[in-house]
């Protein structure tokens, strides 16, 4: 038997003493063992506030990105190996594609964010607050990274994803962490982790492993750490009460099996696609990774009238699939993730025997292709029928963490809606109909119950990811049971390792901090036109105060035999009477095209390659004829861009604000941010 290494500062250690054996699910062969005996958990926390925090602090969020698109290209290109480690788990090939590349995934995603962010170590988040009547006291919000680590206690269904997903978002905020997969499956997670440290892309004390027991590093943990548990719902409570935890307010994300439920709607009959589609979401959900997910289907809604038919259809489907050893040919499922895994299965399937009755399945007759079923951790899928699901609530509470679920009743959508809700929370649910009333109804009645809802149809079939997968750039979480925590999010997830800060202070002083001028704050007003400066050297503030111009009424004509746009309010012989205005007014965009002559640097090439595109633009006051009109054009903020190949000219985003005055100069007529790619 191989003896699994934990990594810890800064080196592979194997245990003193290992405590644990690990088995291949499929033959039931022992292959590993694992411990954590001699780690020093306060040593670990130390080094990676220390090391990899300090590292990871020092980088930008561009640089975080750019750092972790890097490792998922190293582990890509290493996939292979993962694949034949992950067949020890039970996976099949299409089981471990969602592991391994769904992981990777993860990598790549989170390092897109990076274009969501600033290039600074730290987040501006929204827009300034005018806090006084003259805008010479403002306020802002700042996010910085937490000074602390990020413990990650996983679960065993997703040893690759699980370490993935979570690492993705704490390394992108620019906090390292110590990654605790459960030890049953710990082998592949320890094949991936060592690939990640071999290729030096992270910093010194970033990440660390612990393939053992990891019980006691809690007792370590301080104010800036951050805790996030994968797991069952019991194990996830035990932890959350953890006395330190409490003392220091250390935050605790908690991601707990569910008793999700699929939906069929009242609507679909057994000749609609829908139909069809629901019947496959159902069997996948049952089948993939043998019902080890977190996400996995536990209860199945069906109208009442269509029990028989449901039935009929997942018996037919799930009777056809056949179950072995998944390196075989047509093999649609594997075992469970071990025999110790198996038996809990069993606990809970013989709990739910006691007031309902197996429909589909069989525990002690099924056939197994190429294994033999008792030795591997091999089981039949099981479909229970629940008749009385109001009196009879064990399905709303028990999970069986395997290829179970139960076929549940009802009669109207506000049933399904409270049924849905009986699972006192879950990460999903999914609704199948191809009526857009009957989706709206039972989204708005479930949705404070679930972290996710899928809606599926024939329209979106074709590349909708299905019931049970979390996407990077949306929420994984949920209330109640499943846990009340989210993980992933997009920038939401990232944000949850960072500290919101308010700041207040003078505009000029706002923009020094935040790296963004802020309006009101003092230009750098040095003779120099902003758009004949390169993106390295131009700088936060940089600005020009253009010369005026008069607006006529010809002009508004002009621009309105031009764009077409004859609007009442731009004609000069519209009847004013009752409207907001007092005669002939200037189109907003003609004043903004007036304003984009003004700023613009026309005369000679410079550096500005192509404007990029207008935010937040605003037209805040009319314009009449014979109005003089100005703009103050300020440099924002900068955003690097990646070079694509060699023959790409190096280049950067820029923002500038336009602030377009009258002669009362207060209030602004217009404002915008305007977008332009400068070169480098």
């Not at 292959?31 to 926390?45: H, I, N, P, Q, V």
């Not at 589909?360 to 190429?370: Q, T």
């Not at 972290?451 to 996407?471: C, D, F, M, Y």
């Not at 095209?593 to 000679?604: C, E, H, I, K, P």
Request: net charge negative; proline share 4%; glycine share 10%.
């Amino acid at each position: 038997m191989i003896a699994l290494e934990n990594f810890a500062e800064g080196k592979w250690v194997k245990s003193s003493t290992p405590s644990e054996t690990l088995f291949n699910a499929i033959t039931g062969e022992a292959l590993y063992t694992a411990g954590s005996a001699g780690l020093d958990f306060d040593a670990m926390m130390k080094y990676a506030r220390k090391n990899g925090g300090r590292a990871l602090r020092k980088m930008t969020f561009h640089e975080r990105g750019r750092m972790l698109k890097g490792l998922a290209m190293h582990l890509m290109s290493r996939k292979e190996e993962f694949y034949k480690i992950s067949a020890f788990t039970g996976a099949t090939r299409a089981d471990s594609w969602v592991d391994i590349e769904g992981g990777i995934g993860n990598l790549f995603a989170n390092a897109s964010l990076r274009k969501n962010f600033q290039d600074e170590r730290f987040y501006v988040e929204g827009a300034a607050l005018k806090l006084s009547k003259n805008n010479t006291f403002i306020g802002h919000h700042i996010m910085t990274p937490l000074e602390g680590v990020a413990i990650h206690i996983n679960a065993f269904n997703f040893p690759v994803w699980g370490m993935l997903e979570k690492i993705a978002v704490n390394l992108m905020a620019g906090v390292p962490a110590i990654v605790k997969p459960a030890t049953i499956t710990s082998y592949l997670t320890e094949v991936v982790f060592k690939e990640i440290i071999a290729s030096k892309i992270l910093p010194e004390g970033a990440l660390q492993l612990i393939c053992g027991s990891a019980r006691g590093i809690l007792d370590f943990v301080q104010n800036q750490d951050v805790v996030t548990f994968t797991g069952s719902a019991s194990t996830g409570k035990q932890l959350k009460a953890h006395p330190r935890l409490i003392e220091e307010a250390v935050p605790f994300t908690m991601e707990a099996d569910s008793l999700n439920c699929s939906v069929l709607g009242t609507d679909v009959t057994p000749e609609m696609p829908e139909f069809d589609l629901f019947i496959k979401e159902v069997v996948r959900e049952i089948t993939t990774k043998a019902g080890q997910k977190c996400t996995a289907i536990r209860r199945i809604l069906v109208p009442a009238s269509k029990v028989e038919d449901v039935t009929i259809a997942l018996g037919k489907r799930l009777m056809g699939t056949t179950i072995g050893d998944p390196s075989l040919e047509g093999v649609r499922m594997g075992p469970l993730a071990g025999i110790s895994q198996r038996n809990d299965v069993l606990a809970q399937v013989h709990k739910l025997m006691q007031n309902q009755k197996i429909v589909i399945g069989d525990l002690e007759n099924f056939e197994v292709k190429g294994a033999d079923k008792i030795s591997g951790a091999f089981m039949s899928p099981i479909i229970f029928y629940n008749d009385k699901p109001y009196q009879n609530l064990d399905c709303h509470e028990v999970e069986a963490f395997g290829p179970v679920s139960t076929i549940i009743p009802y009669d109207e959508i506000d049933d399904a809606v409270e049924l849905a809700r009986m699972g006192k929370g879950s990460l999903v649910c999914s609704i199948t109909t191809a009526d857009k009333k009957v989706a709206k109804e039972f989204t708005l009645g479930a949705a404070n119950m679930h972290g996710r809802i899928l809606v599926l149809n024939a329209e979106s079939a074709k590349e909708s990811t299905g019931h049970g997968s979390p996407l990077p750039l949306l929420i994984h979480g949920g209330p109640g049971r499943a846990g009340g925590g989210e993980e992933m999010g997009g920038m939401r997830g990232v944000i949850h390792y960072l500290q919101r800060t308010a700041i207040q202070g003078s505009p000029s002083m706002i923009s020094a901090i935040t790296n963004v001028h802020q309006a009101g704050a003092k230009g750098n007003l040095d003779g120099i036109h902003p758009f004949k400066k390169q993106y390295d050297t131009l700088e936060i503030g940089d600005q020009i105060v253009s010369e005026k111009r008069l607006i006529t009424s010809e002009d508004i004509d002009r621009f309105a035999d031009l764009s077409g746009d004859h609007f009442y309010a731009h004609m000069k012989d519209t009847n004013f009477d009752g409207t907001m205005f007092t005669h002939q007014v200037a189109h907003g965009y003609f004043i903004m095209s007036v304003a984009a002559g003004l700023f613009v640097d026309s005369y000679s090439m410079n550096p500005v390659l192509l404007n990029y595109g207008i935010d937040e633009l605003r037209f805040t006051k009319p314009v009449y004829p014979g109005t003089n009109v100005y703009v103050r054009f300020t440099c924002r903020e900068k955003i690097p861009s990646d070079t694509k190949d060699e023959q790409d000219i190096p280049k950067g985003i820029v923002k500038w604000l336009v602030e377009i005055f009258d002669e009362s100069e207060e209030p602004v007529v217009g404002v915008a941010t305007i977008l332009t790619m400068v070169k480098k």
